[in-house]
Protein backbone atom coordinates (compact mmCIF):
# COMPACT_ATOMS: atom_id res chain seq x y z
CA UNK A 1 0.00 0.00 0.00
CA UNK A 2 1.18 3.34 -0.82
CA UNK A 3 0.24 6.74 0.45
CA UNK A 4 -2.03 7.82 -1.69
CA UNK A 5 -5.10 6.59 -0.82
CA UNK A 6 -4.66 7.79 1.93
CA UNK A 7 -4.52 11.26 0.56
CA UNK A 8 -7.38 10.71 -1.17
CA UNK A 9 -9.31 9.15 1.09
CA UNK A 10 -8.72 12.79 3.01
CA UNK A 11 -9.55 14.60 0.11
CA UNK A 12 -12.82 12.80 -0.08
CA UNK A 13 -13.18 13.67 3.61
CA UNK A 14 -12.82 17.39 3.30
CA UNK A 15 -15.38 17.17 0.11
CA UNK A 16 -18.36 15.79 2.07
CA UNK A 17 -17.62 17.14 5.42
CA UNK A 18 -16.89 13.74 6.79
CA UNK A 19 -14.56 12.82 9.77
CA UNK A 20 -12.35 9.53 9.30
CA UNK A 21 -11.62 7.30 12.12
CA UNK A 22 -8.36 6.17 11.84
CA UNK A 23 -7.71 3.01 12.26
CA UNK A 24 -3.83 0.66 12.52
CA UNK A 25 -4.02 -2.45 14.58
CA UNK A 26 -6.71 -1.95 16.42
CA UNK A 27 -5.42 -3.28 19.66
CA UNK A 28 -6.09 0.30 21.33
CA UNK A 29 -9.17 1.03 20.55
CA UNK A 30 -10.41 1.16 23.93
CA UNK A 31 -8.47 4.44 24.71
CA UNK A 32 -9.46 7.70 24.15
CA UNK A 33 -13.12 9.19 23.28
CA UNK A 34 -15.35 7.19 21.41
CA UNK A 35 -15.54 8.60 18.01
CA UNK A 36 -17.43 8.04 14.52
CA UNK A 37 -16.32 8.39 11.27
CA UNK A 38 -15.62 6.90 7.84
CA UNK A 39 -13.08 3.91 8.32
CA UNK A 40 -9.62 4.59 7.51
CA UNK A 41 -7.49 1.49 7.18
CA UNK A 42 -4.06 2.17 8.02
CA UNK A 43 -2.57 -1.13 8.73
CA UNK A 44 -1.45 -2.20 5.65
CA UNK A 45 1.34 0.95 5.53
CA UNK A 46 4.29 -1.25 6.90
CA UNK A 47 7.71 -2.55 6.74
CA UNK A 48 10.65 -1.84 8.08
CA UNK A 49 12.88 1.06 5.97
CA UNK A 50 16.24 1.19 7.81
CA UNK A 51 18.12 -0.50 10.39
CA UNK A 52 21.06 0.43 11.37
CA UNK A 53 22.27 -1.58 14.37
CA UNK A 54 25.66 0.94 14.65
CA UNK A 55 23.57 4.00 14.55
CA UNK A 56 21.30 2.61 16.89
CA UNK A 57 18.30 3.72 14.87
CA UNK A 58 15.46 2.15 12.81
CA UNK A 59 13.06 3.80 10.58
CA UNK A 60 9.56 1.64 9.87
CA UNK A 61 6.36 3.14 8.36
CA UNK A 62 3.46 2.83 11.16
CA UNK A 63 1.88 -0.11 10.10
CA UNK A 64 4.84 -2.56 10.88
CA UNK A 65 3.63 -4.63 13.76
CA UNK A 66 5.33 -3.61 16.64
CA UNK A 67 6.15 -7.44 17.53
CA UNK A 68 8.27 -7.65 14.32
CA UNK A 69 10.02 -4.43 15.21
CA UNK A 70 10.88 -5.88 18.37
CA UNK A 71 12.22 -9.27 17.26
CA UNK A 72 14.22 -7.30 14.27
CA UNK A 73 15.78 -5.29 17.01
CA UNK A 74 16.34 -8.36 19.67
CA UNK A 75 18.54 -10.48 16.93
CA UNK A 76 20.99 -7.93 17.27
CA UNK A 77 20.81 -7.56 20.91
CA UNK A 78 18.81 -3.90 21.04
CA UNK A 79 15.53 -2.94 21.94
CA UNK A 80 13.03 -0.35 22.31
CA UNK A 81 13.90 1.41 25.41
CA UNK A 82 11.03 2.73 26.61
CA UNK A 83 9.37 -1.16 26.44
CA UNK A 84 5.85 -0.05 24.83
CA UNK A 85 3.05 -2.05 24.99
CA UNK A 86 2.30 -5.26 23.43
CA UNK A 87 -1.42 -5.72 23.17
CA UNK A 88 -1.82 -7.85 20.80
CA UNK A 89 -0.20 -9.20 17.52
CA UNK A 90 -1.86 -6.34 15.80
CA UNK A 91 -0.24 -3.54 17.65
CA UNK A 92 1.43 -1.50 15.48
CA UNK A 93 4.77 0.92 15.83
CA UNK A 94 2.27 3.87 14.17
CA UNK A 95 -0.65 3.21 17.08
CA UNK A 96 1.70 3.19 19.54
CA UNK A 97 3.43 6.36 18.78
CA UNK A 98 -0.08 8.29 18.67
CA UNK A 99 -0.75 6.89 21.96
CA UNK A 100 2.09 7.61 23.27
CA UNK A 101 2.44 4.56 25.26
CA UNK A 102 5.31 3.63 27.20
CA UNK A 103 6.21 0.76 30.17
CA UNK A 104 7.51 -0.22 33.17
CA UNK A 105 11.28 1.33 32.23
CA UNK A 106 9.78 4.82 31.24
CA UNK A 107 11.00 6.82 34.16
CA UNK A 108 14.29 4.99 34.30
CA UNK A 109 15.26 4.89 30.47
CA UNK A 110 12.95 7.69 28.73
CA UNK A 111 9.02 7.98 27.60
CA UNK A 112 8.23 7.22 24.03
CA UNK A 113 8.89 10.70 22.77
CA UNK A 114 12.56 10.67 24.31
CA UNK A 115 13.34 8.30 21.58
CA UNK A 116 11.34 9.39 18.40
CA UNK A 117 14.03 11.32 15.80
CA UNK A 118 11.98 11.83 13.19
CA UNK A 119 8.28 11.05 11.29
CA UNK A 120 6.96 11.38 8.01
CA UNK A 121 2.94 12.45 7.93
CA UNK A 122 0.19 13.80 6.17
CA UNK A 123 -1.87 16.49 7.86
CA UNK A 124 -5.86 16.82 7.52
CA UNK A 125 -4.95 18.49 3.50
CA UNK A 126 -3.50 15.75 2.53
CA UNK A 127 0.16 17.29 2.50
CA UNK A 128 3.06 15.14 3.95
CA UNK A 129 5.34 16.59 6.24
CA UNK A 130 8.75 15.81 7.28
CA UNK A 131 9.89 16.91 10.68
CA UNK A 132 13.29 15.57 12.50
CA UNK A 133 15.13 12.82 11.15
CA UNK A 134 17.78 9.96 12.11
CA UNK A 135 20.02 11.52 14.21
CA UNK A 136 19.92 13.26 17.61
CA UNK A 137 20.81 16.27 17.26
CA UNK A 138 19.00 17.21 14.00
CA UNK A 139 16.76 20.04 15.34
CA UNK A 140 16.65 23.81 14.92
CA UNK A 141 13.61 25.52 16.24
CA UNK A 142 10.71 23.07 17.54
CA UNK A 143 11.27 19.27 17.68
CA UNK A 144 7.69 19.42 15.70
CA UNK A 145 7.71 15.32 15.56
CA UNK A 146 7.24 14.71 19.41
CA UNK A 147 3.86 16.64 18.57
CA UNK A 148 2.82 13.66 16.96
CA UNK A 149 3.55 11.46 20.39
CA UNK A 150 0.12 11.28 22.30
CA UNK A 151 -1.88 12.97 19.62
CA UNK A 152 -3.67 10.48 18.65
CA UNK A 153 -4.03 10.97 15.00
CA UNK A 154 -5.73 14.26 15.70
CA UNK A 155 -2.77 16.80 14.60
CA UNK A 156 -1.66 14.07 11.43
CA UNK A 157 -1.49 10.23 10.17
CA UNK A 158 1.72 8.70 10.81
CA UNK A 159 3.42 7.48 7.63
CA UNK A 160 6.69 6.65 9.06
CA UNK A 161 8.70 6.91 12.25
CA UNK A 162 12.63 6.81 13.02
CA UNK A 163 13.26 5.57 16.25
CA UNK A 164 16.84 5.71 18.74
CA UNK A 165 16.84 2.25 19.98
CA UNK A 166 19.40 0.85 23.27
CA UNK A 167 21.08 -2.03 23.24
CA UNK A 168 19.66 -4.93 25.85
CA UNK A 169 20.85 -5.22 29.31
CA UNK A 170 24.14 -7.55 30.14
CA UNK A 171 21.96 -8.59 33.13
CA UNK A 172 18.84 -8.38 34.80
CA UNK A 173 17.65 -9.39 38.13
CA UNK A 174 13.85 -8.81 39.59
CA UNK A 175 13.12 -9.11 43.65
CA UNK A 176 10.16 -9.37 45.40
CA UNK A 177 9.29 -8.32 48.40
CA UNK A 178 6.22 -8.72 50.58
CA UNK A 179 4.48 -5.66 52.05
CA UNK A 180 1.33 -5.13 54.03
CA UNK A 181 -0.06 -2.15 52.76
CA UNK A 182 -0.14 0.92 49.91
CA UNK A 183 1.83 2.90 52.30
CA UNK A 184 4.11 0.03 52.91
CA UNK A 185 4.62 -0.29 48.90
CA UNK A 186 5.58 3.41 48.29
CA UNK A 187 7.94 3.86 50.95
CA UNK A 188 9.77 0.75 49.61
CA UNK A 189 9.68 1.89 46.40
CA UNK A 190 11.34 5.33 47.17
CA UNK A 191 14.06 3.69 49.59
CA UNK A 192 15.13 1.66 46.45
CA UNK A 193 15.08 4.70 44.23
CA UNK A 194 16.68 6.94 46.25
CA UNK A 195 19.74 4.01 46.79
CA UNK A 196 22.76 3.91 44.71
CA UNK A 197 21.11 0.67 42.57
CA UNK A 198 21.02 0.15 38.71
CA UNK A 199 16.75 0.30 39.39
CA UNK A 200 15.05 0.24 35.69
CA UNK A 201 11.56 -1.19 37.10
CA UNK A 202 9.20 -0.70 40.20
CA UNK A 203 5.87 -2.06 41.03
CA UNK A 204 3.34 -2.41 43.57
CA UNK A 205 0.99 -5.54 42.42
CA UNK A 206 -1.17 -7.21 45.40
CA UNK A 207 0.64 -8.11 48.51
CA UNK A 208 4.23 -7.21 46.88
CA UNK A 209 6.78 -5.01 45.85
CA UNK A 210 8.46 -5.97 42.21
CA UNK A 211 11.74 -4.26 41.48
CA UNK A 212 14.25 -5.04 38.70
CA UNK A 213 17.82 -4.15 38.42
CA UNK A 214 20.05 -4.42 35.06
CA UNK A 215 23.40 -3.70 34.20
CA UNK A 216 26.66 -5.08 32.86
CA UNK A 217 27.44 -6.68 36.18
CA UNK A 218 24.94 -7.04 39.11
CA UNK A 219 27.60 -8.87 41.27
CA UNK A 220 27.43 -5.76 43.93
CA UNK A 221 24.14 -5.10 43.94
CA UNK A 222 23.70 -9.16 44.41
CA UNK A 223 26.06 -9.00 47.28
CA UNK A 224 24.17 -5.44 49.09
CA UNK A 225 20.65 -7.87 48.41
CA UNK A 226 21.33 -11.02 49.42
CA UNK A 227 18.66 -11.44 52.04
CA UNK A 228 16.23 -10.39 49.38
CA UNK A 229 13.94 -12.96 47.59
CA UNK A 230 14.77 -13.20 43.97
CA UNK A 231 12.90 -14.29 41.32
CA UNK A 232 14.05 -16.89 39.02
CA UNK A 233 15.25 -15.40 35.25
CA UNK A 234 11.83 -16.75 33.59
CA UNK A 235 9.65 -15.31 36.14
CA UNK A 236 11.17 -12.14 36.54
CA UNK A 237 10.88 -11.83 32.82
CA UNK A 238 7.74 -13.10 32.88
CA UNK A 239 5.84 -10.67 35.47
CA UNK A 240 7.54 -7.80 33.66
CA UNK A 241 6.13 -8.68 30.52
CA UNK A 242 2.81 -9.32 32.01
CA UNK A 243 2.94 -5.17 33.24
CA UNK A 244 3.93 -3.94 30.17
CA UNK A 245 1.02 -5.65 28.23
CA UNK A 246 -1.74 -5.12 30.81
CA UNK A 247 -2.12 -9.20 31.33
CA UNK A 248 -2.06 -9.46 34.94
CA UNK A 249 -4.75 -10.07 37.22
CA UNK A 250 -5.81 -6.58 38.42
CA UNK A 251 -6.46 -5.09 34.33
CA UNK A 252 -8.82 -8.29 34.04
CA UNK A 253 -11.68 -6.21 34.65
CA UNK A 254 -15.32 -4.73 33.74
CA UNK A 255 -14.50 -2.06 36.26
CA UNK A 256 -13.12 1.28 35.06
CA UNK A 257 -9.37 1.95 34.71
CA UNK A 258 -7.90 4.93 35.69
CA UNK A 259 -4.20 6.17 34.97
CA UNK A 260 -3.42 8.80 37.80
CA UNK A 261 -0.22 10.51 37.14
CA UNK A 262 1.55 12.21 40.40
CA UNK A 263 4.79 13.33 42.04
CA UNK A 264 6.34 10.32 42.69
CA UNK A 265 6.47 10.82 46.55
CA UNK A 266 2.84 11.61 46.63
CA UNK A 267 1.70 9.58 50.00
CA UNK A 268 -1.72 6.99 49.23
CA UNK A 269 -4.54 8.57 47.77
CA UNK A 270 -6.96 6.77 49.98
CA UNK A 271 -9.52 6.37 46.97
CA UNK A 272 -11.96 3.18 47.07
CA UNK A 273 -10.98 1.18 44.65
CA UNK A 274 -8.11 -1.24 43.62
CA UNK A 275 -4.54 0.33 43.01
CA UNK A 276 -1.58 -0.98 41.27
CA UNK A 277 1.66 1.81 41.22
CA UNK A 278 4.39 2.02 38.74
CA UNK A 279 7.30 4.21 37.42
CA UNK A 280 8.54 4.71 41.26
CA UNK A 281 5.15 6.06 42.67
CA UNK A 282 4.79 8.41 39.64
CA UNK A 283 2.34 6.54 38.08
CA UNK A 284 -1.12 4.83 40.26
CA UNK A 285 -3.66 2.56 38.08
CA UNK A 286 -6.93 2.65 39.87
CA UNK A 287 -9.83 0.06 39.68
CA UNK A 288 -12.97 2.04 40.74
CA UNK A 289 -16.41 3.01 40.15
CA UNK A 290 -15.85 6.66 41.38
CA UNK A 291 -16.84 9.14 39.82
CA UNK A 292 -14.60 11.43 37.50
CA UNK A 293 -15.06 14.72 39.42
CA UNK A 294 -13.88 12.53 43.04
CA UNK A 295 -10.89 10.81 41.57
CA UNK A 296 -10.09 13.93 39.53
CA UNK A 297 -10.51 16.59 42.27
CA UNK A 298 -8.11 14.01 44.50
CA UNK A 299 -5.52 13.92 42.25
CA UNK A 300 -5.94 17.76 41.88
CA UNK A 301 -5.13 18.60 44.88
CA UNK A 302 -1.45 16.35 45.26
CA UNK A 303 -0.55 18.60 41.58
CA UNK A 304 -1.47 15.52 39.51
CA UNK A 305 -3.68 14.80 36.39
CA UNK A 306 -5.89 11.56 35.92
CA UNK A 307 -6.84 9.66 32.61
CA UNK A 308 -9.96 7.57 32.08
CA UNK A 309 -8.00 5.04 30.60
CA UNK A 310 -10.51 1.85 29.81
CA UNK A 311 -14.15 1.14 30.37
CA UNK A 312 -16.88 3.58 32.03
CA UNK A 313 -18.27 6.40 29.94
CA UNK A 314 -16.05 6.96 26.67
CA UNK A 315 -18.35 10.05 25.82
CA UNK A 316 -17.33 11.95 28.53
CA UNK A 317 -14.71 13.95 29.41
CA UNK A 318 -11.71 11.00 28.98
CA UNK A 319 -8.81 13.11 29.89
CA UNK A 320 -7.96 15.79 32.30
CA UNK A 321 -9.98 18.96 31.28
CA UNK A 322 -7.25 21.72 30.33
CA UNK A 323 -6.77 25.12 31.87
CA UNK A 324 -8.72 27.54 29.04
CA UNK A 325 -5.19 29.03 28.21
CA UNK A 326 -3.51 25.48 27.75
CA UNK A 327 -7.13 24.64 25.86
CA UNK A 328 -6.42 27.34 23.42
CA UNK A 329 -3.01 26.47 22.37
CA UNK A 330 -4.18 22.93 21.83
CA UNK A 331 -6.58 24.11 19.30
CA UNK A 332 -4.78 26.38 17.31
CA UNK A 333 -2.02 23.34 16.99
CA UNK A 334 -5.06 21.66 16.06
CA UNK A 335 -6.32 23.85 13.65
CA UNK A 336 -2.73 24.42 12.13
CA UNK A 337 -2.30 20.77 11.52
CA UNK A 338 -6.34 19.37 10.37
CA UNK A 339 -8.06 23.00 9.81
CA UNK A 340 -10.95 20.77 8.39
CA UNK A 341 -11.01 18.79 11.49
CA UNK A 342 -11.40 15.61 9.62
CA UNK A 343 -8.53 13.56 11.52
CA UNK A 344 -10.00 11.60 14.52
CA UNK A 345 -12.88 14.61 15.56
CA UNK A 346 -13.36 14.28 19.29
CA UNK A 347 -11.09 11.78 19.98
CA UNK A 348 -9.53 13.60 22.82
CA UNK A 349 -12.07 15.66 23.84
CA UNK A 350 -15.31 16.92 22.66
CA UNK A 351 -14.79 20.32 21.05
CA UNK A 352 -12.11 19.02 18.88
Known amino acids: MNMLPIQEAIQTAIADN ?37 ELVITARAGT ?20 PLFSETTT ?31 G ?5 NFGGQ ?13 MVGALGTLGILLEISCKVLPLPCETETIRLPVASESEA ?6 YTQANFPLTASCFEGEAVYLRFAGANLTAVRHELAAETYLDQQSGQQFWQQLRDQQL ?54 GGHAILFKGGNRHGEIFQPLPPNLEVLHQRLKSQFDPHN ?7 YATW
Request: charged fraction near 15%; hydrophobic fraction near 45%.
Open 249 to 302: AFFQTNQPIWRLSVPAPTPALGLAGETLIEWGGALRWLRSGLSAHEIRQAVAAV
Open 342 to 348: ILNRNKM
Open 125 to 129: KGEEL
Open 93 to 123: LGGTIACGFSGPARPYSGAARDFVLGVKCLN
Open 18 to 54: LPLQLIGGNSKQFYGREITGQPLQLAEYRGILSYEPS
Open 186 to 191: LATILK
Open 135 to 147: VMKNVAGYDVSRL
Open 65 to 84: PLSEIIATLAAKNQCLAFEP
